[in-house]
């Protein structure tokens, strides 16, 4: 009885810290929950005129590379005058659709946690009635191999969807992050050397990973053009981000299929031994017995 109850408080114990917004666990697999919200209702109250000094009481959000992109527009805004509008429109549609999406890979990866959460209840759950049913005493110290094992498979998991979610999306967004900020200082009087600078557009070459490859060559080319030519890159710029958020789409249907293997493997691996593990030692208690 008592292992059920430890089970259950372990299970409700992962629910909550997936929800939580700690911020023990600011640098966790999940982005704190307003993080995004408090950015948009930032932005939403900012006025151009009050751009010169950002106080504590009106201090700017920190979300992903959203915050840099605005502070960038906002330095250029202070030393050279105007106002950008339509750019801080522009974050604002991209921000709503990063946060639908960060909501989506949140629900998949919490109910991964609740699958493995509910496959440990389960699990302790047959254990302990069974012992209750069949009056047979087993070995703690067995019983104590089958907890940690399957302890080291739900430990496994965060570093396992870290790792891959590093693998679909971490490249990702850094073309998202250079592609808005070329975005949003389209019609801000920099140079272009200057705006690929701000954008870290030589770190392009960092990104290897192959599903990308078209975008980063296109991207390349387009900035090739803007330093050697001039003129505007704002519509090719545009049509890459179209094809980059297509792209992320299809990255996180294979992050949901990925997660699908992962949860087999792991009930394989982890939970469905432990079942057989304890009904192979049941089975040896009973046999000495007879």
Known sequence: MFNLILYSFILFGLVYWVES?????SQ???????????LEDWLKKFSWSSRQELTSSNRLPSYKFYSEVIEI??????????????SILFLREGLQA??????????IILGTWLQMGMMLFLTWAFITGSLFLVDIKVSVYKLAMIAIWQGIGMASLPFIISFFRKKFFQDIG??????????????VPLSRTEILTIAGVTEIKNIQQKSLIHIVDKLKETCQ????????????VV????????????HFELFEKRLMVIKLGIMSIFFLPSYLAFIFLLLGDLLTLM
């Open 239 to 250: 049509s890459l981000m179209s094809e980059l958020r297509f792209q992320e789409k299809w």
């Open 225 to 236: 053009k803007a330093l050697q030519l001039g003129g505007s890159y704002e519509e090719e």
């Open 21 to 25: 917004q700690s911020l023990v666990f």
């Open 98 to 107: 990063d946060r639908q999406f960060e909501k989506k890979l949140k629900e």
């Open 174 to 187: 850094k073309l998202w992050k250079m592609l808005y900020v070329l975005r949003s200082l389209t019609k």
């Open 28 to 38: 966790s697999l999940i982005i704190k929950k307003n993080a995004a919200e408090e």
């Open 73 to 86: 527009l906002l330095a250029i805004a202070r030393k050279m005058g105007g106002t950008y509008q339509d």
